[in-house]
């Protein structure tokens, strides 16, 4: 049980997915102007990356490793999750419309998310068995939403001071994610 | 002639992929802890990129426009199990260093962005040179930030020594913070120099580019980012 909670723990803050391994960038930077857009980013990756992860883990376990087909990992897993995107979008669209009035206009970006795909392959090569990728998936989609949601609170608020031109927008919202990250490092001591 | 020219040249400095387009971050920051690995990253990527350019722009009048991206993705793909497999073959140690972010250039917003902003509209020759040159532009960009990360944080440039006796790298450059921060202030430089060049010629000065993802092909709510 112990082992479960540090790697839960672990894969939030210590090895944030973001701030720590650099994946999932491009929509950090890009969706965290206002943290309403923020938070439904946030959630929509927890939910994608969680079944992605799962759905890619059985995948190579009963269609690529039996068949000999490992070199295709890449190929198969990026169709996986685009097709996975494409039918959670179609589900919750005919099931749950709130849920996809709130989540729908983000799932389209998810596709081309690295760290959804990123997660999927960590999992595969630190050798994870099923119980555990759903763990290790949902805690780093977690990790995500919760440096996402910090960073567009600090960004609501810097978009009213004022700043030398040159610094406004993409930069020092980089800038800021640098610090954030720098705060983050201090959790390597925690595990 | 002169327009392949203008095709090539504008991923040089105009439309600088990680600088001007804001595009394709990841790699941008994750491998360049040293100038080797921001070069190893920047080939795998030319290679894809100008293939799949040309690809596409093959294909650009055979697929349907509903299922383009698809289509995009499945290209990219089996380019980058190419990329992984002669990586593997021929310089198996860089492959080791970028990790997961080989396989991870198939999501890289480049590769896609270009083959739905340009390869789908263009001529194969025209998307070739578009596809060269921002994979140059990424290389150099990548290869740049890493010589400074190298530098600053280890004191050496592609394994090389080149700081003086007595110099203190600070390890805060090679790591995550370092490469947010390196990046943030290199943007706000690119941005102080357009505006300089602006005000010589009697224009306002203006914010930089923002984070455009609808260059982005798979990026369906561009307004939203």
């Not at chain 1, 540090?6 to 491009?26: K, S, T």
């Not at chain 1, 927890?46 to 890619?56: D, R, S």
């Not at chain 1, 099931?95 to 999992?123: D, E, Q, R, W």
């Not at chain 2, 947010?180 to 010589?200: C, I, T």
């Amino acid at each position: 049980m112990q082992e479960y909670f540090l790697l839960f723990i672990g894969a939030i803050f210590v090895n944030n997915i973001v701030l720590a391994q650099y994946l999932g960038n491009c929509p950090f930077i890009g969706t965290s102007k206002e943290s309403g857009v923020a938070i439904g980013m946030g959630a929509a990756v927890v939910f994608v990356a969680t079944m992605a992860a799962a759905i890619t883990w059985l995948v190579q376990a009963y269609i690529l490793v039996p068949l000999g087909l490992g070199f295709l990992q890449t190929l198969a897993f990026i169709l996986v999750i685009a097709s996975l995107v494409q039918f959670v979008e179609m589900f919750l669209k005919k099931m749950v419309p709130p849920l996809y009035k709130s989540l729908g206009i983000f799932l389209p970006l998810i596709t081309t998310n690295c760290a959804v795909m990123g997660i999927a392959l960590i999992c595969q090569r630190e050798e994870l068995d099923l119980k555990t990728t759903i763990l290790f998936s949902f805690a780093s989609g977690l990790g995500f939403m919760l440096a996402l949601v910090l960073l567009a609170g600090i960004r609501e608020r810097l978009a009213v001071r004022r700043l030398p031109i040159a610094m406004r927008g993409t930069p020092i919202g980089l800038v800021m994610a640098g610090l954030m990250s720098l705060a983050f490092f201090a959790f390597k001591g925690m595990i | 002639m002169s327009k392949l020219w203008k095709e090539f040249s504008k991923g040089l400095w105009k439309e600088l992929p990680p600088f001007k387009l804001v595009l394709g971050l990841c790699p941008v920051l994750a491998v360049t802890n040293t100038a080797n690995n921001g070069l190893g990253m920047g080939a795998a990527v030319i290679f894809v990129l100008t293939l799949s350019n040309l690809l596409v722009s093959l294909v650009r009048k055979a697929i349907p426009a509903k299922v383009r991206i698809a289509c995009f993705i499945v290209i990219a793909a089996s380019l980058v199990v190419a990329v992984e497999l002669l990586m593997q073959a021929f310089s198996y140690p860089l492959y080791q260093q970028l990790g997961i972010f080989v396989p991870l250039i198939v999501v890289n917003c480049i590769i896609l962005g270009r083959a739905e902003a340009f390869a789908s509209k263009n001529p194969p020759l025209l998307s070739i040179a578009d596809g060269l040159g921002m994979g140059i532009g990424f290389t150099m960009s990548l290869t740049f930030l890493g010589s400074l990360r190298e530098i600053l944080g280890q004191g050496t440039w592609f394994g090389m020594h080149v700081t003086w006796d007595g110099f203190e790298p600070f390890g805060f450059m090679v790591q995550a913070p370092g490469a947010f921060v390196s990046l943030g202030v290199l943007l706000a430089l690119m941005n102080f120099m357009e505006n300089v060049r602006r005000k010589r010629r009697g224009l306002k000065a203006v914010e930089g580019p923002s984070h455009d993802c609808g260059s982005c092909g798979a990026c369906g709510s561009s307004s939203k980012c």
